[in-house]
């Protein structure tokens, strides 16, 4: 009604710059939503490190059960019967076999000691150009590779 009125203009004026003022501090905690550039005083740029979840998975992908270890006689397949491993028999008192290609030499020692009750000295191990393993077993100096070489019927 009175808008002329100088006091009535200061009121409407304090209460407008009230207002604005309420808004400017809200705005203030809430935030510009807008990010500032950061300056990169370095040549290398790293990645920061942000928060990793563990995983949960919804499908289980292992759900086979693990296999046992391989018995004796998977691991070894065959002894070989060459001139040479012949000459490694009766001069090295060692004796030569075709193995499984994952089988280790702690493996291929055990196996032979199962199958054949006999003690390994230390055993060498070589992969064929075939393919195929070869374990060379250097059997203690009780035993003699002749002897069980005539027990599984190799000579």
């Not at 004796?72 to 065959?78: E, G, L, N, Q, R």
């Not at 055990?110 to 009750?117: D, G, I, T, W």
């Amino acid at each position: 009604q009175t808008t002329n009125n100088p006091t009535n203009k200061k009121i409407v004026i304090k209460m407008a710059g009230e207002n604005k003022a309420k808004k400017v501090a809200i705005a203030l905690k809430k935030g510009s939503g807008r990010k500032a550039t950061k300056i990169h005083t370095k040549v290398h740029f790293y990645k920061p490190k942000t928060l990793k979840l563990p995983r949960s998975p919804k499908v289980i992908t292992k759900a086979a059960i693990k296999t046992k270890a391989p018995k004796a006689y998977d691991i070894i397949k065959y002894p070989l019967t060459t001139e040479t491993a012949m000459k490694k028999i009766e001069e090295n008192n060692t004796l030569v076999f075709i193995v499984a290609l994952t089988a280790n030499k702690l493996d291929i020692k055990n196996a032979v000691k199962k199958l054949y009750e006999i003690e390994a000295e230390k055993v060498n191990t070589l992969i064929r150009p075939d393919g195929l393993k070869k374990a060379y077993v250097k059997l203690t100096a009780d035993y003699e590779a002749l002897d069980v070489a005539n027990k599984l019927g190799i000579i």
